[in-house]
């Protein structure tokens, strides 16, 4: 099933992921009437710029996730352009991989765990908080209790690396900062699957597999354009089985 969101808010979106985000929604058989890309400097966004310059449905937000007043103004101006059609989609793609460090037990700094839980987890808890009238403004529209991501969702950006049972399994050690923080947005993300449910609104998280990004280093075995186009095929797919799961580009299920 293709993605059908009329309404549709991706953060982090100047530069990697989030930029592919915006670049291959626009291009789906039904692209969004309305996508908000939102990012942190705007002005220095220049690839953003150009997508808006050549599609009037996009429409560019300053926003540092860190900032609750930027997130309240952000919504405010999202409330403003969506207006009675609510948001069919919020993608959390926001995130922080500090590499500068091995992240082990001997090096790892309260600062960086801090900062890594800031941006990784409670910026996504507090951006659905604040999105969740307008969430629930587009799901109340549907007239159908099934969810769906053209519906009402929440898509947290997290990674396989937050899986405690593959790491316990097999998976490599280091960088700590990260790995917790995305282990705590998995329960995040379990918790307001449970909460939502019954108002029609689905949370995933999706892990988008090793990407050739700034964050993901060349040294990953995957393009970004091969990356989204599955991770939207999958987006477009999720609904009850995938509600309050972590879920890999292909839509398997992975363990938490």
Known sequence: ??????????TGASRGLGLEFVRQLLELPTPPEVLIA??????????????TKSNSAVKIVKLDVEKDDEIDKTVEVVSNYVGERGLNLLINNAGILYKQMPGNIADVTREIMQKHF??????????SQKCLPLLLKASS???????????????MISAIRGSQTLINAEGPLGFIHYKCSKTALD??????????????????????????????SSEAPLGIEESIRDCLRTIGRAGEESNGKLIDLKGNILPY
């Open 1 to 10: 099933m293709s993605l059908r969101a009329k309404t549709i808010l991706v």
């Open 38 to 51: 939102a990012c942190r400097d705007p002005e220095k966004a220049e690839d953003l710029q150009r997508l």
């Open 118 to 127: 800031s941006v990784n987890v409670t910026s996504q808890v507090m951006m």
């Open 141 to 155: 529209l549907s007239g159908s209790n099934e969810l769906s991501t053209s519906k009402a969702a929440v898509i």
């Open 187 to 216: 329960m995040a993300t379990v918790l307001l699957a449970r909460e939502l449910r019954d108002v029609g609104i689905l949370v995933t998280a999706l892990h988008p597999g090793w990407v050739k990004t700034d964050m993901g």
